[in-house]
């Protein structure tokens, strides 16, 4: 599974970031490993230069799975990581109900992985 960090010119994109992202997306998503080839994962700071607000920071994630349309989901949080962990969590619940959905009624996938 490829991962690419993407941020506005509000956040700062350094090698923690992308390392803490890497980490969260491995350990939630880890398990659908062989059916997603990509996620992207974007932050943007809803005020930009401005005072700091509650849930002023955003986490877009976007899964590619192989085969099928890219699923995304966002969250707002007042910092990056709430942000991250949010969209991680709701990436998996969405992951699970599309992949469960995928199944036949044997039992049998319609995908690989």
Do not use: Y
């Not at 992202?21 to 401005?50: A, C, N, P, Q, Y």
């Not at 799975?65 to 969250?75: C, K, R």
């Amino acid at each position: 599974m490829n991962i690419q960090v993407n941020t506005d010119n509000h956040i700062e994109g350094s090698e923690e970031l992308t390392q803490q992202v890497e980490d969260v997306v491995e350990g939630s998503l880890g398990r659908f490993g062989e059916w997603i080839t990509r996620v992207e994962v974007h932050f943007s700071d809803e005020s930009g230069s401005s005072k700091s607000r509650d849930n002023d920071k955003r986490c877009v994630m976007e899964a590619r799975p192989a085969g099928h349309q890219p699923l995304s989901v966002s969250h707002q949080g007042s910092t990056l990581d709430q942000a991250l962990n949010g969209s991680a969590k709701k990436l998996v619940r969405l992951l699970d109900d599309t992949k469960g959905r995928l199944q036949d009624p044997k039992g049998n996938t319609s995908f690989a992985g």
